[in-house]
């Protein structure tokens, strides 16, 4: 019985002494929890009511760059002006002197970055990046100033160059070989081409390409056939050649888009079309390069790729 007594006492004993371990790292806990939580509140409540000298340099700085992020939106806005002036100044180019609509714009992009996720330490790389892009807008933007410029004064005075379409229309299924070494199917052999071919149905009306002067009409059964040669002055000359009926006369005054004649097959034609060459100071040019005003871009490219792949001429 006293054995057992002792054991109880000794067990009770060392209960006790571990309950009280445990308040003790209870009471710890609670004192380090308070701590933080007041360090925490410290720190919170002087963030709050006192800045550093590093802080107040950074806010003085972000200001600066706020006032220049809104400088930039408002040159942007001015660009944007000048942009849209430009793209009314090309729109009245093609349709005074191409009689078509100028080719479709990519829209106006947003130079100055958006701010709408950006903190105020992100000023800086945001303020640096939009100025980058409006300088180089400004840049490019002031190159297409200069070029209107360069045209105006041109077409103020020099003739405007045969832009037009001497057919009611043109794609790139009517389009044969244009300038250069070509097949001839008369003589089988390579021989140079000085025009491009239009493929068009016998009697179809041919159009002056400019206002010009009729330098001279040729009547023939060979060669090229029945041949009318206009004279637009600054050095462009326009031949359309294996002509049927001549509606014109030399020294005759015509302008552009009047019908000058009508396709035939006079001449070696191996089959009805319309053969037209574009000259610059006695020097053949390709006539595909003066479409580009009177096509759209895909009718273009179109008609560009089957001129220069077209290995036999029909003439």
Not at 42 to 57: A, G
Not at 136 to 147: G, P
Not at 151 to 160: E, G, M, N, T
Request: glycine letters at 6%; charged letters at 20%; aromatic letters at 10%.
């Amino acid at each position: 019985m006293a054995k057992k007594y002792i054991f109880d006492r000794e067990s009770v004993s060392f209960k006790k002494v571990g309950l009280s371990a445990w308040a003790l790292a209870g009471r710890v806990f609670k004192w380090l929890s308070g701590a933080i939580a007041l360090a925490v509140v410290y720190y919170v409540v002087f963030s709050l009511l006192f800045n550093t000298d590093v802080e107040r340099q950074l806010s003085r700085e972000n200001k600066a760059y706020q006032r220049e992020y809104a400088a930039l939106q408002q040159k942007q806005r001015l660009l944007s002006d000048v942009v849209l002036n430009l793209q009314s100044r090309d729109d009245d180019i093609y349709r005074s002197i191409f009689h078509s609509a100028a080719p479709t714009a990519h829209p106006v992009v947003n130079l100055v970055a958006d701010d709408s996720e950006t903190d105020a330490s992100g000023y800086a790389a945001l303020v640096e990046s939009s100025r980058s892009r409006l300088d180089s807008a400004t840049a490019k933007t002031a190159r297409i100033e200069a070029a209107f410029q360069d045209i105006f004064k041109k077409l103020s005075r020099d003739a405007i160059p045969p832009m037009c379409l001497p057919v009611k229309k043109l794609t790139y299924t009517m389009t044969g070989a244009s300038v250069g070494p070509k097949y001839n199917p008369f003589y089988k052999v390579e021989s140079n081409h000085e025009g491009l071919d239009i493929i068009v149905t016998q009697g179809d009306p041919v159009f002056a390409t400019a206002d010009g002067v009729v330098e001279n009409v040729v009547r023939s059964a060979k060669g090229l056939g029945n041949v009318v040669t206009i004279n637009h002055g600054n050095g462009y000359v326009t031949r359309y050649a294996h002509l049927g009926q001549v509606n014109v006369i030399k020294g005759q005054k015509v302008r552009r888009g009047q019908v000058i004649a009508e396709v035939g097959v006079s001449g070696k034609s191996f089959a009805p079309h319309l053969h037209y060459e574009v000259r610059f100071a006695d020097k053949v040019l390709d006539p595909v390069n003066y479409f580009f005003g009177a096509l759209d871009q895909e009718s273009y490219a179109g008609v560009s790729y089957m001129a220069a792949h077209t290995e036999q001429s029909l003439d």
